[in-house]
């Protein structure tokens, strides 16, 4: 925050250098743990009950999921739910020719939901997994070094446990800021849009504070009233905003992109996996790469909130939940949001959300494509108050799993010491805007998500060993 301009010059350049020199790491990271969960669930390790033979779900399955989806994507689709499968029609990866609108189509909405599917839950699954085994099945602490004690033994308790949980909260409070930030720039956007309030680095920074003080309350309330609250209600606006956008919007066009998007997701998949070779390297460190450390960064926390809530589920219904269903969401998602702004553009004439893409204002992009759907400011009002709901979940969700790390793995920590976190990812969020905004908070995620992606990779075999013994 002193030295601003400075910052935001490192910061970018640490972005592209990231992005471009460890693309091997982060791909390799994401295939090894989307084949692992496969192995899993295939598998008869698959029948293994968290917390043994007798464990009883604490939650309804809508609960759990809705807890689940709502800490995993956050404000993350609705920031880039009409942007990106706009922005891939337009420049198409893997070489497509945009003038071929059938395969442009296509792969809108198949690459959009790479980012945000099978791969990419697969982070959240293998971590999630491996805590939830080590803590209910063989008495651990909830912490990240606890998922390697068949690999280091007694020595994850010494320095080198100290490490890893070290690089899981750092990871956790830069991925977490990332997306408050993200939350912050769209609802300010959104606010000047309905009400012509200045969209300043103020009102931002005010925006932060005061939703900080919501997640705050939310955090003093516990998990079992305030995050399970607003996770139910969450999922219900959501749903209800998407719904909307399917019944107002172009809904036979929309259908016809899910199952258009579904197909060549599967065609695509492998090639969008692979980064040897790659022509299209714009797409590949501009988003896939980018967006996998961004998720890598997430995942000691989603990993550990998934854990924490997932007792008594065997590891097939485990994996099978946090993989399968969130991906269908989210590509049931940008086929909604991102179909809709792609027919506007080819047969409404409507270039509202293509021209801000030009401009390259994303937080405008959500509102730019309701402005011309019915009840336009009664719904982007809706869609700032679920931006605020999710920065709420997101930011006590998010102490809470510090907390329970910093605190040595104990499920009930103290709860002055959520509140120092939950003040702190906000104070993170604020500086990292003022100091280079968006590409600042991009950053600051690959920067955190680069060592936790080799623990990944390690962290499938220790879990395998563990989950074989116990299999015996």
Not at 78 to 105: C, H, M, R, W
Not at 131 to 147: D, E, H
Not at 259 to 284: C, M, Q
Not at 343 to 366: C, M, N, R
């Amino acid at each position: 925050m002193i030295f601003q301009d400075r910052a935001t010059e490192v910061l970018g350049a640490l972005r592209v250098s990231i992005t471009t020199q460890f693309d091997w790491l982060f791909m390799s990271a994401c295939n090894i743990c989307a084949l692992f969960c496969f192995f899993l669930i295939l598998s008869p390790l698959g029948k293994v009950r968290l917390g043994g033979p007798d464990a009883v779900p604490r939650y309804s399955r809508i609960t759990w999921f809705s807890m689940i989806f709502t800490a995993g994507v956050a404000i993350g689709l609705l920031f880039y739910g009409v942007l990106e499968p706009l922005y891939y029609f337009q420049n198409p990866p893997l070489g497509i020719d945009p003038s071929d609108t059938k395969a442009a189509e296509a792969i809108s909405i198949s690459a959009s939901t790479f980012h945000w599917g099978l791969s990419a839950w697969a982070f959240y699954a293998t971590a999630g997994l491996g805590l939830a085994f080590f803590c209910y099945n063989r008495g651990l602490p909830l912490t990240i070094r606890s998922v390697f004690y068949p690999l280091l033994g007694e020595r994850v308790w010494g320095w080198s446990g100290h490490l890893i949980d070290t690089l899981a909260i750092f990871a956790t409070l830069f991925g977490l800021a990332t997306s408050l930030g993200l939350g912050a720039k769209q609802a300010v956007a959104g606010l000047n849009y309905l009400f012509e309030i200045p969209a300043t680095e103020m009102a931002q920074m005010v925006f932060i504070i005061a939703t900080t003080s919501l997640a705050t309350v939310s955090v003093l309330s516990g998990l079992d009233v305030g995050i399970k609250r607003l996770s139910q209600f969450n999922i219900a606006l959501a749903l209800g905003l998407l719904l909307f956008v399917l019944i107002a919007g172009p809904t036979q066009y929309i259908f016809h992109s899910f199952f258009a998007g579904l197909t060549d997701y599967f065609a695509k998949v492998i090639p969008l996996s692979n980064w040897i070779g790659r022509e299209d390297t714009d797409f590949l460190h501009g988003w896939t790469t980018f967006y996998w450390a961004w998720w890598i960064s997430w995942t000691p926390f989603v990993g550990m909130f998934i854990a924490r809530i997932s007792r008594g589920r065997t590891v097939r219904e485990f994996i099978i939940c946090v993989l399968f269903l969130p991906a269908l969401c989210s590509l049931l998602w940008m086929s909604v949001f991102g179909g809709t702004a792609i027919h506007q553009v080819l047969f409404d004439g409507y270039t509202g959300v293509s021209q801000i893409i030009t401009e390259w204002k994303p937080e405008l992009a959500l509102f730019k494509m309701l402005e011309v759907l019915p009840m336009a400011q009664l719904v982007s009002f809706a869609s700032v108050v679920l931006l605020v709901i999710f920065f709420v979940t997101s930011s006590d969700s998010g102490s809470l799993v510090i907390d329970i790390t910093s605190a040595g793995g104990k499920l009930e920590p103290p709860v002055v010491q959520r509140v120092f976190w939950c003040s702190l990812e906000g104070a993170v969020a604020i500086a990292l805007l003022l100091g280079g905004g968006l590409k600042s908070l991009q950053a600051a995620s690959i920067i955190a998500g680069l060592p936790f992606s080799i623990l990944l990779i390690l962290m499938t075999v220790s879990i395998w060993k563990g989950i074989r013994s116990e299999a015996r």
